[in-house]
């Protein structure tokens, strides 16, 4: 039997076993449905510690500065949406894909650049265009 996983991409799936799913009372407005029924989803996903994701999306997953982050680098998602636990259930899934996909992006090396002669030359002349702006207000020319 083929182990159940969540495929973020085609080079990257999470294993079943490494979710851990709780469900609980929804909170806000619903009458007896969210007073009696557990169906908001928090969904548990132990970025720090999975061996599926690869080295570096795991570092720029744990750089990043998101609050649902815990201090051990466990992924908490509370998905209530829905009236539904299943659809609560794939609203909370979706959302770890879509955050697990943002590891997966390499950003740009930035490149750096040097003003340009021209450039740096406008902005002298700006400074120097301000300074005597500024000279001819201090000296006495009302007298």
């Known amino acids: 039997m083929a182990t159940l996983s969540l495929a973020v991409d085609a080079s990257l799936a999470i294993p079943e076993s490494e979710i851990v799913e709780r469900f609980v009372r929804a909170s806000g407005a619903g009458g007896q449905n969210v007073n ?3 169906t908001a989803v928090e969904l548990r996903f132990d970025v720090a510690g ?3 994701l690869p080295e ?3 570092a720029r997953l744990l750089a990043r500065r998101d609050r649902r982050l815990t201090e051990a680098g466990v992924l908490v ?3 209530q949406r829905f009236r539904t636990q299943e659809r609560n259930r794939c609203d909370a899934r979706e959302r770890l894909v879509a955050f697990l996909r943002t590891g997966l992006v390499v950003p740009k090396a930035r490149v750096a650049t040097k003003p340009s002669y021209g450039s740096r030359m406008r902005r002298l002349e700006e ?3 301000r300074a005597q702006i500024k000279r001819g207000r201090s000296q006495r020319n009302w007298e």
């Open 77 to 79: 998602i509370d998905a």
């Open 127 to 129: 400074k120097k265009g």
């Open 56 to 58: 570096p999306v795991r």
């Open 36 to 38: 009696k029924v557990s």
């Open 50 to 52: 999975s061996p599926s």
